[in-house]
């Protein structure tokens, strides 16, 4: 039995938190983020508090109840701090530039890949291997990271390729010379 649908979400000062019929918008110092939100989960605020009730003890309205709770955390945390992620790109001469909205990767291809950055996410570059895209949406800052990772995918012999900071690639050993 998940209990996430069932806590209590606290709005920080300089958010407001508006809920009109299903959709659930947050605005705050970053940005302004919105939801839909199933008929079978309530919404209400008060007090600074964000309370979800749902109707009925189905299995749907069980998971969505606390997807919807994870989800307007992960909004009203956005508006607040924003989210990041951070690649890195190993390999000789493989690099990341950025020309504009654009996204330049070289990674071995014999062209540059380009990528064109979506509007509400930003490319910061660390060095010119390292990379962090940054936002107030948790999945598109998620989304958008993923496709860049899938651009060359770290293999496990050398480690070469696109990886998250945090990420451990396991290796493997390789052929033995025979004796």
């Given amino acids: 039995m998940s209990r996430i ?3 209590i979400l606290s709005v920080p000062e300089g958010v407001t ?3 009109n019929d299903t959709i659930v918008t947050v605005k705050g110092p970053k940005g302004e983020l919105s939801t839909d939100v199933t008929d079978h989960v309530t919404v209400k605020v008060e007090d600074g508090n964000v309370t979800l009730t749902r109707d009925n003890d189905e299995k749907t309205s069980r998971s969505m109840h606390g997807t ?3 989800n307007i955390a992960n909004m009203i945390e956005g508006v607040t701090k ?9 390999g000789v001469g493989y690099r990341f ?3 504009g909205d654009k996204l330049v990767i070289n990674a071995g291809y014999s062209n540059p890949v380009e990528l064109s950055v979506p509007s509400n996410l930003k490319i910061e570059t660390v060095s010119n291997t390292e990379i962090t895209v940054t936002g107030i949406d948790k999945q598109a800052v998620g989304e958008f990271a993923a496709i860049i990772r899938k651009v060359r995918e770290p293999e496990p012999y ?3 390729g696109i990886r998250y900071k945090d990420e451990h690639v396991r290796r493997k050993e390789g ?3 025979s004796k």
Avoid at 82 to 90: A, P, Q
């Fill in 17 to 19: 938190v508006s809920v």
């Fill in 175 to 177: 052929k033995k010379a």
């Fill in 5 to 7: 649908g069932n806590r």
């Fill in 82 to 90: 924003g989210f990041s992620k951070g690649l890195e790109i190993i």
């Fill in 158 to 160: 050398k480690g070469k």
């Fill in 68 to 70: 919807a709770n994870a």
């Fill in 97 to 99: 530039q950025t020309k």
